[in-house]
Structure formats: C-alpha cells, structure tokens
C-alpha cells in the first residue's frame, strides 16, 4: 500500500486528514509507503485523470481517496484487524464527530496558525494556498491569524466536549485509542508540525492526551516531524 501525502518546506508530512490514516494503519498494523508530493502535484496524481485529494491511498489497483473512505475501505480490505469504523450507528456517530473536529477543532486551529502554516509551506506551494484560503476566509493570510493571542482561549473553552471526556478515561475511545482518538488528533498534530504557537495549554487535559496520542506505536506522531523536534 502507498500513502500519498503532502509535505511541507522541511520534508514534513503535516496534513490533519493524512495523520488520521497514518494513526488508523498504525492501528492495524498494517505497512504501508508513502509517496510525498506537494500541493502543485495533486491535478496531476491519478493516471486516469481522476480527480483525488489528499489523503489518497493506493493498494494495488485501487484508488482510494477522502480519510473516511480510507478507513472503511482498510476495514473492510483487512477484515482481521481490528476494526475502525464499526457498523451501523457507530459509523454514523464516527461521522458526527468528524464533523465536530472539522468545523469546531480543525476551524479553530486554522486561525491560530494560518500565516506559520503558510510560511511553512513548499515554495511552489506558497502562492496556490494563499489565493485558495484567502478566498475562502474572504481576507488575507495575515489577518486570518492576527490576534490569535487574544483568541486562544476562546479556541480552549471549545474543547470542552473533549476535555470532560478525557478526564475520565485516557482516551476518546475509552481506554484504548480508536478512530475518534484519531480524528482529533489529526487537528493538533497538523498544528505542532506546522506552528510554534502553543495551541494548547500545558495542564490541559487535552495537552495530556495529545502527548499520549504522540507516544502511541512507538511514537509514530514523533518520528514524522523534524520540524518540531526541538518543541
């Protein structure tokens, strides 16, 4: 199996949604290769033409693109392992939750780290992010992240879902990690590897947990990160 994954100007792979399939196949126990492309490559991955996004996994023959549909398709391909996205209205609840990280999680993040995730970035890719966010957000990368001193705290009272369950188990999934572990993860991982900004109190629960997320599979969250090995 190939990961496809995106790196940064320091050879670092820092997308949220790569580090959830990353953490899922480290789950499993599954090997895999990973193939690092920047921002720029992505039009022109699929030898079809096929449009794909990052992360994209191929095995074999198969193309398969978006992180949930990765998870499904390695439960399904390698039904032995242990699952990820169970059935039914587990996979449903899974999915809810993934909305919460993207549009609570990940959203928030965004604007604590925009212009460091920018400066980051390959040159050849610095131009596309900017015009493609900056659309998004309707002002610029700098103003994105301006005053995000001020605004922290109110990204830390958001975790508050996260933080009452993590105070009585040591991890989302209870008391070993799962997929929700995973989801979350993703958001501040992207945020280390991409960012200098402490994004995270260090006696937040929350804190506590991320660093027990890094150290999961001997310590596959720091192995990847060069960038951040003096954090």
């Known amino acids: 199996m190939v990961l496809i994954d995106l790196i940064n100007?320091?050879?670092?792979?820092?997308?949220?949604?790569?580090?959830?399939?990353r953490m899922a196949l480290a789950h499993k126990g599954l090997a895999f290769e990973v193939r690092d492309i920047g921002f720029m490559d992505v039009p022109s991955l699929h030898p079809q033409g096929?449009?794909?996004?990052?992360p994209t996994l191929v095995h074999?023959?198969?193309?398969?693109?978006?992180?949930?549909?990765?998870?499904?398709?390695?439960?399904?391909?390698?039904?032995?392992?242990?699952?990820l996205t169970g059935t039914g209205s587990e996979t449903?609840?899974?999915q809810f939750f993934q909305n919460w990280v993207q549009t609570t999680v990940h959203a928030g993040l965004a604007r604590l780290i925009?212009?460091?995730?920018?400066?980051?970035?390959?040159?050849?890719?610095?131009?596309?992010?900017?015009?493609?966010?900056?659309?998004?957000?309707?002002?610029?990368?700098?103003?994105?992240?301006?005053?995000r001193e001020e605004r922290v705290a109110a990204f830390h009272k958001s975790l508050q879902p996260m933080r009452q369950s993590l105070q009585a188990q040591p991890f989302l999934g209870g008391a070993q990690p799962s997929y929700a572990d995973y989801l979350a993860f993703g958001g501040f991982q992207w945020a280390r590897i991409s960012s200098t900004f402490a994004v995270l109190n260090a006696d937040d629960v929350v804190h506590t947990w991320f660093e027990r997320?890094?150290?999961?599979?001997?310590?596959?969250g720091r192995q990847d990160a060069a960038a951040v090995a003096t954090r």
């Open 92 to 94: 449903a609840l899974l």
């Open 213 to 220: 997320c890094l150290d999961l599979y001997g310590g596959l």
């Open 9 to 21: 100007a320091n050879g670092t792979h820092f997308s949220p949604n790569s580090w959830r399939v």
């Open 50 to 54: 096929e449009k794909v996004t990052i």
């Open 60 to 83: 074999g023959e198969r193309w398969v693109t978006d992180s949930f549909a990765i998870v499904r398709y390695l439960d399904e391909a390698f039904p032995n392992t242990p699952r």
């Open 114 to 147: 925009m212009q460091d995730l920018h400066r980051s970035l390959l040159p050849t890719d610095q131009a596309y992010f900017r015009e493609s966010r900056e659309r998004i957000y309707k002002m610029t990368i700098e103003e994105i992240q301006a005053g």
